[in-house]
């Protein structure tokens, strides 16, 4: 089956492949068994996983979990810089374009939405102003997220149905360019068309399913050296990173470590903001009618079932087109 994938992408200009999803739903996994199937390299569209030493808490594969299949886009920030989409934008198409030059297939894996579409669609990044931006957040931090949170829904409620309330940094960004533009910040998201032939992949789990592995997941980082990570990049300056130190994780680790929550309710606070996230990006990537979805097994196993490789595959074999001419 993959040698007739293969093939049928030969014919096509070379597309690429994007693998979506909520968080836990083993979308890396996928990533990697697909770049192997298809001559592939995955490039990254988790925001947080381009910073170095953001390892554990971000379930980043390790060099061994990669098999030898390229990763770029990884580790490209340090803690102390922040992320910017429109930074993102303009590395990743160097990139995209890059990988396919060399004939190879771009394996696009990632849950930040956001980043996703600014990677495959035809996206403006709206307007940034220092100026605007620090006195928003000065803002933020005298009445509180909340009341920022609900000073968005008025101007935007879109927008603010996208964004979680505790998300002070896009809140602040969603209300910098509404005073920018004049214009919501959601109307900066048009409707989607791919610049590159593409064939997006989603990961599907029943809730039931997926808050567990959610727990799993947050045990497991916790229990296999997420705070010792936290107090290296503390010293590299994490306190100070305005993205990093906000990753859902790290700063509840952040906040054990300045004695500010115990272990426990650092742990729960982490799983109840997985869990959160996750109902966002479903909610995200559900709104996307080009996203093909997959119902992954329901049982916590190393790497995709071979029902889940065959069913990916079969999709790419199914619309491995030309959606714009070269």
């Known amino acids: 089956m993959a040698g007739l994938v293969v093939a049928e992408v030969a014919k096509a200009p070379t597309p690429v492949v994007a693998v979506v999803g909520p968080t836990a739903t083993g979308k890396s996994d996928l990533g990697i068994a697909l770049a192997r199937a298809l001559d592939g390299e995955i490039v990254n569209a988790d925001a947080m996983q381009l910073y170095r030493g953001m390892d554990i808490g971000t379930a980043k594969l390790t060099v061994d979990e990669r098999q030898g299949v390229p990763h770029p886009l990884l580790d490209v920030l340090d803690v102390t810089e922040e992320a910017s989409v429109a930074a993102y934008q303009r590395d990743v198409r160097a990139c995209i374009a890059d990988v396919r030059s060399r004939g190879r297939v771009p394996v696009l894996v990632g849950g930040s939405g956001l980043y996703v579409r600014a990677a495959l669609d035809e996206l403006e990044i709206p307007p940034t102003d220092p100026a605007t931006r620090l006195a928003l957040e000065q803002q933020a931090d005298d009445v509180g997220a909340a009341a920022m949170h609900e000073r968005l829904r008025l101007a935007d409620p879109v927008a603010a149905e996208r964004i979680l309330p505790g998300n002070v940094r896009r809140v602040v960004r969603a209300l910098e360019v509404i005073e920018l533009t004049g214009r919501p910040f959601s109307a900066s998201l048009p409707d989607p068309h791919y610049v590159v032939p593409t064939v997006q992949l989603g990961l599907r789990l029943p809730r039931e399913a997926l808050d567990p592995r959610i727990e799993h997941r947050v045990e497991r980082m916790w229990n296999g050296g997420l705070l010792d990570e936290v107090r290296q990049l503390a010293r ?91």
């Open 236 to 326: 590299r300056g994490l306190r100070e990173g305005r993205t990093a130190s906000r990753a859902v994780g790290y700063a509840q680790a952040l906040a054990y470590l300045d004695g500010q929550l115990d272990a426990d309710v650092a742990r729960a606070d982490t799983a109840r903001l997985t869990r959160k996230l996750a109902r966002r990006q479903e909610s995200w990537f559900g709104r996307d009618r080009r996203v093909h979805w997959l119902q992954v097994v329901a049982r916590p196993v190393d790497g995709p079932s071979h029902d889940l490789l065959a069913a990916a595959l079969d999709v790419i074999g199914r619309h491995c087109v030309p959606q714009l001419p070269e």
